[in-house]
């Protein structure tokens, strides 16, 4: 049920993609900003009981669903699943962006992939140079492609096989968007009441961003995928998003990272990958790398799924 769920939700995003997803947003951030509002009097333990309010509630509703609607029929089960990937994963929320900036790229259009770069990070890029906008678009996409994608598999996957339906995309996606709404430590009504959201966060994005990185290292070059990931993930600002970027960078031999100007000022950042300067070339690596380990993850699940009807 796990591979034809992704599939067919990858399939709906493809052809007819969300466009009530910024109404949804709009919902989320109201909904998220209910318990913030009613229960954060700065203490850590306020915090940490409104993130268990507000992850639990929609957990336990998308558990009852998905139960009941197995109870029913299995069909209905399954297409609920879809239902939530389609809810969950956001592969056009960025791929059109990058899209476009690889376009643009590829015209010589500098200031059109800057514009839009610019629109897609929600801060100024033109300052950027043709490689710095490269390099930028393909950090951003490989972050986005796990956030918004991988992540999620991992952890529908989990629950999936637990029984518990897809609750695993919910939990993800739900820890993600506190996390980003919450974790503020430059304002002191959030700094003790957003801590345990950015625990949890890290707590569960743990095991999907090893496995991403995994299967970087087998759908790309595995031996420089280990190396950036060992010696080059943690001397990132965010080593979370260092793991992802080092081991995407080492995957198909580009180097990412170092500094670039932001806001006409100059941002130190840290060298990635080892190999050659970013292009349009790399660009579509990056893009190769993305759908070969969506691949492989189809694989996995047609592989896991067999292993069930052998058993049976």
């Known amino acids: 049920m796990s591979l034809f769920s992704l599939i067919v939700a990858l399939l709906l995003e493809q052809l007819h993609p969300l466009a009530s997803r910024k109404y949804l947003f709009v919902w989320l951030t109201r909904y998220v900003n209910f318990f913030q509002r009613h229960l954060n009097t700065g203490e850590h333990k306020h915090g940490k009981i409104a993130w268990l309010l507000a992850v639990l509630l929609p957990l336990c509703g998308t558990a009852a669903l998905y139960w009941l609607s197995y109870l029913i029929h299995p069909a209905f089960a399954w297409a609920f699943s879809v239902l939530v990937l389609y809810l969950t994963m956001g592969f056009r929320q960025f791929s059109h962006y990058y899209t476009d900036i690889h376009k643009a790229l590829r015209d010589n259009d500098l200031d059109r992939a800057r514009s839009t770069l610019s629109k897609w990070r929600g801060m100024p890029c033109h300052d950027l140079s043709y490689e710095e906008v ?147 070339d790399f660009m579509q690596s990056a893009i190769g790398l993305v759908w070969r380990a969506l691949v492989f993850w189809i694989v996995l699940l047609l592989l896991l799924g067999l292993a069930t009807l052998v058993n049976i």
């Open 134 to 280: 490269a390099r930028v678009t393909i950090e951003e996409g490989l972050l986005a492609s796990h956030r918004r994608v991988f992540g999620v598999i991992v952890w529908f996957v989990i629950t999936m096989l637990l029984g518990l339906g897809p609750v695993g995309a919910i939990l993800y996606r739900m820890a993600q968007f506190i996390y980003t709404r919450w974790d503020n430590q430059n304002e002191a009504e959030l700094s003790e009441f957003g801590v345990f959201a950015r625990q949890a966060y890290h707590w569960i994005e743990w095991l999907p961003l090893r496995l991403t990185a995994t299967i970087f290292a087998i759908v790309g070059d595995f031996e420089d995928t280990v190396y950036c990931w060992r010696t080059q993930a943690q001397n990132w600002p965010d080593p979370e998003a260092g793991i992802v970027l080092a081991s995407g960078a080492g995957a198909i031999g580009v180097r990412l990272g170092s500094p670039i100007s932001q806001g006409g000022l100059p941002l130190d950042r840290p060298e990635l990958g080892i190999g050659d300067a970013a292009d349009v």
